[in-house]
């Protein structure tokens, strides 16, 4: 069983910056893809960015030059760099991990985020 603990979320005004954390804990299993996605109010949740290790990232076009997905393997956590936010960034971000053994999925508790304009 893997624990997700996130934060780093929060009020920010058009144009600001926020960096989310999640850090894993419990995996006796290499993590495979690390990554975070959003649920805006009334909209199905969709896939921010995320990290593969030797095999790349990949980012939601909407967040192409604006986000930044990192990752510490030695620490099992995963970053979020949001640049240049805008109000249509506004949502609940959840970070998502995903085992090597099993392909399992495991889901952090949400943190949110809102832009103000």
């Known amino acids: 069983q893997v624990q997700l603990v996130e934060s780093g979320g929060g009020l920010v005004s058009t144009g600001g910056s926020l960096t989310l954390s999640c850090a894993a804990s419990g995996s006796g299993s290499s993590l495979n893809a690390m990554g975070w996605y959003r649920q805006a109010p009334g909209k199905q949740r969709e896939l921010v960015a995320a990290?593969?290790?030797?095999?790349?990232?990949v980012y939601a076009d909407f967040v192409k030059g604006r986000f930044t997905i990192s990752r510490d393997n030695a620490m099992n956590a995963v970053y979020l760099q949001m640049n240049s936010l805008i109000p249509e960034d506004t949502a609940v971000y959840y970070c998502?991990?995903?085992?090597?053994?099993?392909?399992?999925?495991?889901w952090g508790q949400g943190t949110q985020v809102t832009v103000s304009s």
């Open positions: 998502n991990v995903r085992t090597f053994v099993g392909s399992i999925d495991y």
């Open positions: 990290d593969f290790g030797r095999g790349g990232t």
